[in-house]
């Protein structure tokens, strides 16, 4: 059985990418604060909202709804990601693939089903 040992001067390089990483970053941050202007004014501080005068507060409730549906969203997003690479190695994995994507798929579906019963596409 041949076992690696890593000495401590192999990770020299990866602690050198970290420190250019952070010093670029620092360096960026400071030149920029430095450099930039700093006049204020009512005017200038004032949040811009695509030419919308802004009304209200920033942090009124949302409906949970609207997280509901982003979560959603995403879930089949991630779907479809699965079914990319399955669809590409679809005669690689012959039959054994088939039945896990139907099983995946049916899944999937039993899952949508019971959002829809539960209502949660429903918006009022």
């Not at 942090?59 to 997003?77: E, G, H, M, T």
Request: proline fraction near 6%.
């Amino acid at each position: 059985m041949n076992t690696a040992s890593y000495l401590p001067s192999d990770y020299i390089p990866i602690f050198i990418q970290l420190a250019l990483a952070l010093g670029f970053i620092i360096t960026t941050m400071i030149v920029t604060h430095n450099i930039g202007p700093s006049r204020h004014s009512e005017k200038k501080d004032d949040p811009f909202e695509c030419g919308i005068p802004t009304q209200g507060d920033a942090r009124a409730p949302i409906s949970i709804k609207y997280f509901l549906i982003a979560i959603l969203f995403v879930l089949f997003d991630v779907e479809v990601i699965f079914l990319y690479p399955w669809a590409v190695n679809f005669l690689k994995l012959g039959t054994a693939g088939f039945i896990q994507m139907i099983l995946f798929m049916g899944l999937l579906l039993a899952g949508f089903y019971y959002v829809i019963r539960k209502g949660v596409l429903n918006w009022e």
